[in-house]
């Protein structure tokens, strides 16, 4: 049974340009919470998806959007790069209903220059 | 002040000691916690999960939640240097999507 799996593993980016990050939930699970973990510091919440649309977003700017799709995979996007972009993007999925435990990836790590 | 606050470390111990982990809390909506272990370069690992203030055993793990004093722990018996980690707590609302992360404790086991 696949858990959680994020692609690219890696990538590098200059400012300005725009990323978009993907995520397959595990089998069975059908909301995708986003995240950002710089380094030596906890993960923060971005945002969450159930049934395709956005169900809770954290405090990140509008050049953080993303997407659900029927089959409950998920993509993170990123406009306008700045360098304090860089850092570990992780996916985590839960099933269905409240306060269910999260599962994570081993996330995309996002390098800006 | 941050909402969970854990302290970073590194907190290193022999291997076969006893490892004790706590975070601290300030807001008394978080009703449900978690103990994560990430490895380096690899997403955190849910390790455990409580609710009820009290003690919740897995294994060589045991999970204390203090609701009364905005206070959890996670303690690892008989640790080996595979433990060698960072552990993240984490804490949600009651009816909550949100995990709100402590900023890790890097632990060292050595043989």
């Known amino acids: 049974d696949a858990g959680v799996t994020q692609s690219p593993t890696h990538l590098i980016k200059t400012r300005g340009q725009q990323v978009t990050l993907r995520c397959s939930p595990k089998?069975?699970?059908?909301?995708v919470s986003w995240y950002q973990q710089a380094l030596g510091q906890g993960p923060q919440f971005i945002f969450q998806?159930?049934?395709?649309?956005?169900?809770q977003r954290g405090n990140f700017p509008d050049r953080f959007s993303g997407h659900q799709f029927p089959n409950y995979s998920s993509e993170l996007n990123v406009n306008a790069l700045l360098l304090g972009d860089s850092a570990l993007y992780l996916c985590?999925?839960?099933?269905?209903?409240?306060?269910?435990?999260?599962?994570f990836g081993d996330g995309t790590r996002l390098s800006i220059l | 002040q941050k909402e969970v606050e854990q302290d970073p470390g590194p907190l290193s111990v022999p291997e076969g000691a006893i490892v004790s982990l706590n975070c601290t809390y300030s807001?008394?909506?978080?009703?449900?916690f978690m103990w994560y272990r990430q490895y380096s370069r690899k997403g955190p690992e849910l390790l455990m999960y409580?609710?009820?203030?009290g003690n919740k055993e897995d294994g060589r793990f045991t999970a204390q939640v203090d609701k009364s004093s905005k206070y959890i722990s996670l303690f690892i018996r008989d640790s080996q240097p595979s433990d060698s980690a960072t552990y993240l707590c984490?804490?949600?609302?009651?009816?909550?999507?949100?995990?709100?992360f402590g900023g890790g404790t890097r632990v060292l086991v050595k043989p």
């Open positions: 089998s069975g699970h059908d909301t």
């Open positions: 998806y159930y049934e395709e649309e956005e169900r």
């Open positions: 807001n008394s909506a978080f009703q449900y």
């Open positions: 984490a804490m949600i609302r009651a009816a909550g999507n949100k995990l709100t």
């Open positions: 409580t609710y009820s203030s």
């Open positions: 985590a999925s839960s099933l269905p209903g409240l306060n269910q435990p999260q599962h």
